[in-house]
């Protein structure tokens, strides 16, 4: 009989930081680590251990609370410095992290982060909103082209790899409200909808 497995998989790889600081001279302070699930991306993350700290014994210890450790760090993401230090606290005990040996450690630190994008600084409105305002600047005596477009807000994170296109620069991409092509076209015929835009 084949077995079953149930609940959430992990696709965790590695070991856990206290696994690793606590076999280091020093407890790795300057030593870099990586954690597998970033290795994903095409540019390099990695941390530098600042400084370490043990956790007291929790009141009910069970293997995750022993394992934990508060670990100050250097983080780079994707080729991004982050701008200040941080710390890894709750997601210590998760094995999945791994030391850099000494000899790999200048393959990480040469890596170049990806250029930066520029982004839309406006974007049309949604087609029943745009419908809406035409109607209204129609009622008005407005042209009904007026107030079509909308500023557009990012989440500017410390690991932002765009800006906002200034006045007149054109950006990389354009962000539009179109259908685009459908997958089954045949389901759209007679509708009189222009997938072109």
Not at 15 to 43: C, D, H
């Amino acid at each position: 009989m084949p077995y079953k497995y149930i609940g959430r998989t992990i696709d965790h790889k590695g070991k856990t930081i206290w696994e690793i600081v606590g076999n280091l001279k020093n407890f790795g302070v300057g030593r870099m680590i990586v954690r597998n699930s970033f290795e994903r991306y095409p540019e390099k993350s990695y941390m530098r251990i600042l400084k370490v700290e043990a956790l007291p014994n929790p009141a009910k210890p069970s293997m995750d609370e022993r394992r934990k450790v508060k670990v100050y760090i250097d983080e780079v993401f994707r080729g991004n410095k982050c701008p200040e230090h941080s710390m890894i606290n709750l997601a210590s005990y998760k094995a999945d992290y791994k030391l850099i040996p000494k000899d790999e450690e200048a393959n990480y630190i040469d890596n170049k982060a990806l250029a930066t994008r520029i982004v839309p600084r406006t974007v049309e409105l949604p087609p029943l909103l745009k419908e809406l305002v035409i109607r209204e600047n129609l009622a008005n005596g407005d042209p009904a082209e007026k107030d079509n477009e909308v500023e557009v807000a990012y989440v500017q994170g410390p690991y932002a790899r765009y800006r906002i296109a200034k006045e007149g620069e054109k950006p990389d991409f354009e962000i539009t409200m179109g259908l685009g092509t459908p997958a089954s076209p045949s389901l759209y015929e007679g509708i009189g909808l222009d997938f072109s835009k």
